[in-house]
C-alpha cells in the first residue's frame, strides 16, 4: 500500500520568508501524480499545486513550487514570499491510478507577521 | 469551476438517529466520488469510493452496515451514519471527480464537508 509521510507537524514563518515543507511517499508504481493541498480554518480542502510523475521538471505556480526527487520518492513544498493567508494545515497527497488520493499526516504552516 | 456542494455543513444528532450527507458535483457528472473521515487536527482518511449505478467500495476498517453509501446519479452520493454514537462525530468531507476528463490527470474536487456531532 503506498503510504505518504510529512515528517514536520508544524512550522512557522516569518511574513515574506520563504518555507519549504517536505514530504516523503512510498509506491512501487512509475506512474502516478502527486499534490499539495491546503486546508484553512474552514476546513476547505483547496489544491496548491501538482505534479505528474512523468515529468522531470518541478511544478510552478506562483509562490508555490516543488521539488520532485522520484528516486529519493520526495516531494517538498516551497512557499515563497509567504503571507499572512497562507496559514493552514497542508496536506501532501499521492494518486495513481483508481483515483483514490492518500493523504499524509499534513503540516501546520503558521505565518508571524 | 467544478464545484462539489456538501450538505449539511453542520449537524447535531442524538445517540441512536441516523444522520444523511449528501454530496453534490454542481458542473460535472462524477461516477465516482470519494468519503473522507478527519478527526480534530489529523489527516483525511478514505472511508469509501462510491460508484455510480454500483455498491460502495469499503476501506479496510470502514463499517459498510454502519456508514451507508448511495450513489444513485452521476451527480449526487449520500452518506448515511446510521445508529449514531457519539465516536461517530468527525469532520466529514467528499469529493469528486469530472468523468469527461482523464482519470491519471484531472485533480478531485472537494465539498465543504460536514462536522457531526452526535450527543
Known amino acids: 500500500a503506498q503510504t505518504v509521510t510529512q ?5 512557522s514563518v516569518q511574513e515574506a520568508e520563504t518555507v519549504t515543507l517536505s514530504c516523503t511517499y512510498d509506491t512501487s508504481e512509475s506512474d502516478y501524480y502527486l499534490f ?3 486546508q484553512p480554518p474552514s476546513r476547505q480542502m483547496i489544491l496548491v499545486i501538482r505534479q505528474e510523475a512523468y515529468k522531470q521538471q518541478n511544478a510552478t505556480e506562483n509562490r508555490f513550487s516543488v521539488n520532485f526527487q522520484k528516486a529519493a520518492k520526495s516531494f ?5 514570499d509567504s503571507q499572512l493567508g497562507d496559514a493552514a494545515m497542508y496536506f501532501c497527497a499521492y494518486k495513481a491510478a483508481g483515483n483514490k488520493l492518500t493523504f499524509g499526516g499534513g503540516t501546520r504552516v503558521l505565518v508571524k507577521p | 469551476g ?15 438517529t441516523s444522520v444523511k450527507i449528501e454530496c453534490r458535483s454542481l458542473d460535472f457528472q462524477a ?8 478527526f480534530p487536527k489529523q489527516s483525511l482518511m478514505l472511508m469509501a469510493t462510491s460508484n455510480e449505478g454500483s455498491k460502495a467500495t469499503y476501506e479496510q476498517g470502514v463499517e459498510k ?21 457519539p465516536e461517530d462525530s468527525s469532520f ?10 482523464s482519470p491519471y490527470n484531472s485533480p478531485l474536487h472537494f ?9
Not at chain 2, 467544478?2 to 441512536?16: D, E, L, T, Y
Not at chain 2, 452496515?65 to 448515511?80: E, G, V, Y
Not at chain 2, 465539498?111 to 450527543?119: A, P, Q
Open chain 2, 65 to 85: 452496515d454502519k456508514f451507508l453509501i448511495n450513489h444513485a446519479s452521476l451527480t449526487l452520493s449520500t452518506l448515511t451514519v446510521t445508529s449514531a454514537h
Open chain 2, 111 to 119: 465539498g465543504n464537508g460536514t462536522r457531526l456531532t452526535v450527543t
Open chain 2, 92 to 101: 466529514y468531507i467528499c469529493s469528486a471527480r469530472d468523468q469527461d476528463r
Open chain 1, 7 to 11: 515528517s514536520q507537524p508544524e512550522m
Open chain 1, 36 to 38: 499539495w493541498y491546503k
Open chain 1, 76 to 80: 517538498s513544498l516551497k512557499i515563497s
Open chain 2, 2 to 16: 467544478a464545484v462539489v456542494s456538501q450538505h449539511p455543513s453542520r449537524v447535531i444528532c442524538k445517540s441512536g
Open chain 2, 31 to 38: 461516477t465516482t466520488m470519494f468519503w473522507y473521515r478527519q
